[in-house]
């Protein structure tokens, strides 16, 4: 199944949709197996390199078209991995756990409302 956004789908599935959950999930399982010693950098280039490959992945396997789609999923998965410990901005003391929380939920709510999509036309 595509995760493209068409013009007539309902909030759940733009929700589904707008969250890059496999890339999260990369970004899950790289860090719980990034030794605490590497831990500043480490998470800093699996940021990076998640970030980097989000739009490629998006475009090529879940054949997406819609160039806001891929930045709005690009910018959730940069709140994913905020909301997920702080992540790198952790070590750069820039990591408050309610902020992450209150961005994480209210991002995450508000997005898909804000997403409109053009009809394609035949």
Not at 73 to 96: K, M, Q, R
Not at 99 to 118: E, G, M
């Amino acid at each position: 199944m595509a995760r493209e956004i068409k013009p007539d789908q309902e909030y759940r599935s733009k929700l589904l949709k707008l969250i890059p959950s496999e890339i999260v999930a990369a970004y899950m399982v790289l860090h719980g197996v990034i030794p605490a010693e590497y831990a500043k950098w480490g998470l800093i280039i699996i940021t990076l390199v998640l970030l980097i490959l989000t739009p490629f992945y998006l475009k090529k396997f879940e054949k997406v078209k819609e160039n806001l789609q891929i930045i709005l999923s690009s910018l959730t998965f940069i709140i994913w991995v905020y909301s997920l410990n702080g992540g790198p901005f952790a070590h750069w003391n820039l990591y408050e756990p309610w902020i992450a929380s209150v961005v994480l939920v209210l991002w995450t709510l508000i997005i898909p409302l804000l997403f409109r999509t053009q009809p394609v036309e035949d």
